[in-house]
T-cell receptor, first 109, second 114 residues
Framework: GQNIDQPTEMTATEGAIVQINCTYQ??????LFWYQQHAGEAPTFLSY??LDGLEEKGRFSSFLSRSKGYSYLLLKELQMKDSASYLC??????????WGAGTKLIIKP | ETGVTQTPRHLVMGMTNKKSLKCEQH?????MYWYKQSAKKPLELMFV???????ENNSVPSRFSPECPNSSHLFLHLHTLQPEDSALYLC?????????????FGPGTRLLVL
């Protein structure tokens, strides 16, 4: 079967750094997405990785290792507004999008 | 207005009611999607439309009936729902139909079935 694993919930402190991991077992791989979803709002696109390595976008970075079936989202200089759920999704060999259940990130002052 | 809009934002209905959810996208996209989001579960893809043609139906019960009259509008008609259908229903669009395309989501309709 196909599976995406993310921690259910994480807590971090304002101004700190947090890493949200995503591991996947899918039939093939054609890319991995990260989305952010604030409570009661639409998921919004953060990043798309298809090649190994780190991609940086401001305070957010996303890393991919295809050989390990692993990705992480790194958030630096955390702000209270970063409190949200972070969704990992993988494109499989049939170009189907397989979603994780999301990681709820709680930022404390 | 920009992006993807959904109405209503909240809906309470009885099991014998008939209601419809509406989605509109102002992005000029050609593909639209309906998802079900339940607490602590992955997003479940329900329907995919590309250029107003249904291209995917993931074994969704017939009490959910989609309609796509044009590339900007998508409806989800609901009838004789069950309490377990209570969830957040999200609409999304993308430039073209393909899982590698970035999807843009609406804010969702929070549905409660009594």
């Amino acid at each position: 079967g196909q599976n995406i694993d993310q921690p259910t919930e994480m807590t971090a402190t304002e101004g700190a750094i947090v890493q949200i991991n995503c591991t996947y077992q899918t039939s093939g791989f054609n890319g991995l997405f990260w989305y952010q979803q604030h409570a009661g709002e639409a998921p919004t696109f953060l990043s798309y990785n298809v090649l190994d390595g780190l991609e940086e976008k401001g305070r957010f970075s996303s890393f991919l290792s295809r050989s390990k079936g692993y990705s992480y989202l790194l958030l630096k200089e955390l702000q209270m507004k970063d409190s949200a759920s972070y969704l990992c999704a993988v494109v499989d060999s049939n170009y189907q999008l397989i979603w994780g259940a999301g990681t709820k990130l709680i930022i404390k002052p | 207005e920009t992006g993807v809009t959904q109405t209503p934002r909240h809906l309470v209905m009885g099991m014998t009611n008939k209601k419809s959810l509406k989605c509109e996208q102002h992005l000029g996209h050609n593909a639209m999607y309906w998802y079900k989001q339940s607490a602590k579960k992955p997003l479940e893809l329900m329907f995919v439309y590309s250029l107003e043609e249904r291209v995917e139906n993931n074994s969704v019960p017939s009490r959910f009936s989609p309609e796509c009259p044009n590339s900007s509008h998508l409806f989800l008609h609901l009838h004789t729902l069950q309490p377990e259908d209570s969830a957040l229903y999200l609409c999304a669009s993308s430039h073209s139909q393909g899982a590698s395309e970035t999807q843009y989501f609406g804010p969702g309709t929070r549905l409660l079935v009594l």
